[in-house]
């Protein structure tokens, strides 16, 4: 496991260079205080006034201006670029969950990648905040507090096996697969729960329950995917 560059008991915000707003930035943060920001995300957190922790990337987003008003033992260039600067983020951090904003929204190649680095790294809960809705791998299981009628959707990265209560179409007997049978534009029923066979599938939930579900993913006793062999 790679030396953390930052370390924090409580959730970090980690902010990307992608779409993202101060509204949204400023929801992470009431959940998550610490800033960190990745490359171009460094300029939506000083937008905001939001100290930053660490900048992690390769900084071939971020600019001049940005970087003057970053302390030099604060900036953490990663000039690889076999992966993308979430994927640096993540494998430098260590804390409880994380919140991304910016990584939502904007280029579908960007948000493609950050789904991909999800799934890189399912045992780091991070769950995407957007305008609308979050993201996240589904873990082993979860309970949310969703009300009848809230979308949810189940993406599957790979084939994968899971179960459901409080959704109107049950996923349980089922093989989800991103070539077949997909889970999205389910309906809750009033409380769901899920569970999942393998750290391979998105959730996708109304912005409003990121809350219940940072708290769930921090449980003493909440189910996560083991750390990846070779990690």
Not at 18 to 47: H, N, T
Not at 59 to 88: C, G, M, Y
Request: proline fraction near 10%; aromatic fraction near 4%; charged fraction near 15%.
């Amino acid at each position: 496991m790679k030396k953390p560059i930052v370390s924090s008991f409580s959730p970090i915000t980690l902010v990307g260079g992608g779409q993202g707003s101060i509204k949204e930035l400023s929801a992470a943060l009431k959940l998550a205080p610490l800033c960190v920001a990745v490359d171009g995300g460094a300029a939506l957190a000083q937008a905001s006034g939001t100290p930053i922790a660490a900048l992690i990337g390769d900084f071939d987003s971020v600019t001049a201006a940005s970087l003057l008003q970053i302390p030099p033992d604060r900036q953490f260039r990663i000039s690889e670029q076999e992966t993308t600067d979430f994927d640096k983020a993540l494998a430098h951090i260590e804390a409880p969950a994380v919140v991304g904003v910016g990584f939502l929204g904007g280029r579908v190649d960007h948000q493609l990648a950050a789904f991909s680095t999800l799934a890189r790294f399912a045992d780091r809960p991070c769950v995407l905040l957007g305008d609308a809705h979050i993201v996240l791998l589904a873990p082993p299981r979860i309970t949310v507090p969703t009300r009848a009628g809230d979308v949810v959707s189940i993406y599957p990265l790979a084939p994968v096996d899971g179960e459901s209560t409080g959704l109107e179409w049950p996923i349980n007997g089922l093989t989800l697969d991103p070539l077949g049978r997909v889970g999205t534009s389910n309906r809750a029923t009033g409380p769901m729960t899920l569970s999942m066979t393998r750290p391979t599938a998105l959730l996708i939930l109304p912005a409003r329950v990121i809350e219940p579900v940072l708290q769930a993913l921090q449980q003493p006793d909440a189910a996560r995917w083991p750390v990846p062999a070779g990690r």
